[in-house]
């Protein structure tokens, strides 16, 4: 169902959100994009919590705190989570593509996929890792 998909992608957004505020104090040279990304994942949440509202049903909350996959306690371990997150809300909004055939929805989750993929793709840059590109963003790599 695309409610349950699109709560899945909405807590991913939370989570990234929560992601950026943390590593911003390991990333004062990127600052800047981190504070793009976060403004980017905000308002991808916002536009996701009205798509909710408006399909009758409550937006699930933030979390009040996330585990990265990694501790953070410096700048690659702060990318490594930026990258992660970047990852995580492509699975999501992937997974919200699956599950649709309404076309606004469809067109508001690639711009999501996309764009989530084009941020882990500069985080994976920014920490020196190659390929700093993935081929299909959102799929488990095995």
Known sequence: MSVESVQTALGT?????????MVSAFLDDQAAAVS????????R?????????????VPNPPAAAYLPPSPVSDAPSALAALVAV?????AAWRGVLERTDE??????????LTTAAVRATRWRKA?????????LPGVASG
């Open 127 to 135: 920490a020196g890792t190659t390929p700093a590109s993935i081929t």
């Open 103 to 112: 076309a606004g929805l469809r067109a508001s989750a690639l711009e999501a």
């Open 36 to 43: 793009e990304g976060a403004n980017l994942h905000r308002a």
């Open 86 to 90: 970047e990852q995580d809300t492509c």
């Open 45 to 57: 949440r916002d536009t996701t919590e009205r798509w909710l509202r408006d399909h009758g049903a």
């Open 13 to 21: 957004e939370h989570a990234a959100l929560w992601t950026y505020g």
